[in-house]
């Protein structure tokens, strides 16, 4: 059991926008900046979408990311077929004193 | 650019420790944390801990009483050991660098299986 909630999984055809929800509590993204990763198969993650809305260079400005409260979201807009991976999201937890992963999101392209 | 490559044996037997290294080269581990996290097949990630540069740590509360992490600097390497190990041990063990206490990881090493089994 994940302490980061993610949707298991999410599609979309090409063109399409998709959003990923990322749900947390205070200690963790009430209190801290929210990371995404982005795994394609057999892969490493890479990093997507760093402090809530930050995009490494390089990373398409299709990718945003956004965060209200105890809650995230990734955004991808124009979807293309090479978007099909996992995505996770994580935060800093102040009481596990420790980081924090979602259960991840695998995003399919119909 | 920096880069990462985990090290270590494929496969480890129950109850014994397992051990990794990771190498971080094109730049310096001064200042810097490493991180290990995991993967077993076909499911997420898990953080295993953090190592500064200095030598203090942060583990994960669920392995902290197996977890040992050290670091060498003029290798610039960093360690991880595992002890007691069983079956759900079994994962991809990848390290991944970040910068500030709350800073993002980046980058990953290309990650290692390794597999428990007798």
């Known amino acids: 059991q994940s302490v980061l909630t993610q949707p298991p999984s999410a599609s979309g055809t090409p063109g399409q926008r998709v959003t990923i929800s990322c749900s947390g509590s205070?200690?963790?993204?009430?209190?801290?900046?929210v990371n995404w990763y982005q795994q394609l198969p057999g892969t490493a993650p890479k990093v997507l979408i760093y402090?809530?809305?930050q995009r490494p260079s390089g990373v398409p400005d299709r990718f945003s990311g956004s965060k209200s409260g105890t809650s995230a979201s990734l955004a991808i807009s124009g979807l293309q077929s090479e978007d099909e991976a996992d995505y996770y999201c994580?935060?800093?937890?102040?009481?596990?004193?420790?980081?924090?992963f979602g259960g991840g999101t695998k995003l399919t392209v119909l | 650019q920096v880069q990462l490559q985990e090290s270590g044996p494929g496969l480890v037997k129950p109850s014994e420790t397992l051990s990794l290294t990771c190498t971080v080269s094109?730049?310096?581990?001064?200042?810097?944390?490493c991180n290990w996290i995991r993967q077993p097949a076909g499911k997420g990630l898990e953080w295993i801990g953090r190592?500064?540069?200095?030598?203090?740590?942060n583990y994960n509360p669920s392995l902290k009483s197996r977890v040992t992490m050290s670091v060498d600097t003029s290798k610039n390497q960093f360690s991880l050991n595992l002890s007691s190990v069983t079956a759900a041990d079994t994962a991809i063990y990848y390290c991944?660098?970040?910068?500030?206490?709350?800073?993002?990881?980046?980058?990953w090493g290309q990650g290692t299986l390794v597999s428990v089994s007798s």
């Open positions: 991944a660098r970040n910068s500030g206490y709350y800073g993002h990881f980046d980058p």
């Open positions: 094109g730049g310096s581990i001064t200042s810097y944390y």
């Open positions: 190592i500064y540069s200095s030598g203090s740590t």
């Open positions: 205070s200690s963790n993204i009430g209190s801290n900046t």
């Open positions: 402090s809530n809305n």
């Open positions: 994580t935060a800093w937890d102040d009481s596990l004193n420790g980081w924090v």
